[in-house]
């Protein structure tokens, strides 16, 4: 069926340029040799996903697939785990007149209280732009911020026509606005990356369009805090997409904020024995030394606090409603 051939995925991979960081004071490059050898490779950094098209273009990649006749690419960011290829938005791309093909397609979604950093898609003199918060002026920026004059953000999940890229990048037309990110660096040297984004790139292409997606396609992990959520049973896998479960009442996700000692996966790993059943969930706070037993199920507002040298074991099996825990609780083996 339809699922073996799915199967049969080529991978191809192909390499992003890196680029020299920038002193700040001196303006000139921090690396000391063209290639990142041994302890020099702090001198180096990768130019933003901007540095897409012209890798992919002078990968000879581009040219390999528009000769097997593909006319589209998905592109997303690897931490979004609802970016999956939606086959409605590639019927409507291809079922366009070809004179009005759109060639370039970005997904928003409604912006929450938590996105309000996320860039917006504006009109400017006739063409889709996308706006970042860096390139809003400070006495802008709440502005920027407000959820009800900029009602969108970018998902960062595109759809690209090969054929426009190949144009673009041959005519040198591909004009992504530079975003300066300031750095220090270990030694405490100022260091200036020049980065650009993939999505800045919208206002070059025809027809662009913005196609406002319901939120489950916007999914990213970016902290154990995120990733707790996925790995409990509010999600399920089905056909490759994670789903939100359906016991689960409301469709909105519960609010976790796990603490310094959950920043580093191997750690938080070893502070659950098995992930906490979050279906009732609406809110978790977790601060300083607590690990997690088998089967604990949290419900409600959670709120456990390990004051500094104290540490909390929530016992295997245990049912957390509506509470708030503190202090020092260990169960010992006798």
Known sequence: GPFNAARSFNFTVFVHCKYPRINKESLLPVATSLTMTGQNTEGWYPPGHGDIYASFYNS?????????????????????????????????????????????????????RADVKGGTLIQ???????????????????????????KIFNTN???????????????????????????????????????????????????????????????????????????SNLYSLEAGSLTMSPKREFPTTPHVKLGSSFTKVQEYLT???????????????????????KNVSLKGTVIIIANHGDRIDIPAGSMLENKIVSGNLRILDH
């Open 60 to 112: 000879g990649l581009l040219d390999q697939l528009i000769a097997q006749g593909k006319e589209y690419i998905f592109v997303s960011n690897i931490d979004n785990l609802g970016a999956t290829v939606d086959l409605h938005i590639l019927h409507h791309l291809v079922s366009q007149p070809n004179g009005k093909r759109c060639e370039f397609v970005m997904e928003v979604t409604d912006k929450t």
């Open 157 to 231: 999940n595109l759809w690209i026509s090969l054929a426009a890229i190949k144009r673009l990048q041959e005519q040198k037309a591909m004009d992504m606005e530079i975003i300066v990110n300031p750095k220090t660096l270990d030694g405490g040297q100022n260091v200036v990356q020049l980065e650009t984004a993939v999505g800045a790139a919208i206002k070059c292409f025809d027809n662009a369009l913005g196609i406002n997606v319901p939120r489950s396609r916007f999914l990213p992990v970016k902290t154990t805090s995120d990733l707790l959520l996925v790995m």
């Open 124 to 150: 400017y003199e006739g063409k889709l732009r996308l706006l970042e918060i860096a390139q809003v002026p400070k006495a802008h920026v709440d502005e920027f911020k407000s959820v009800s004059k900029f």
């Open 271 to 293: 502070r659950f024995e098995s992930i906490p059943d979050m279906l009732e969930l609406d809110h978790l706070t977790v601060s300083g030394d607590v690990t997690f037993g």
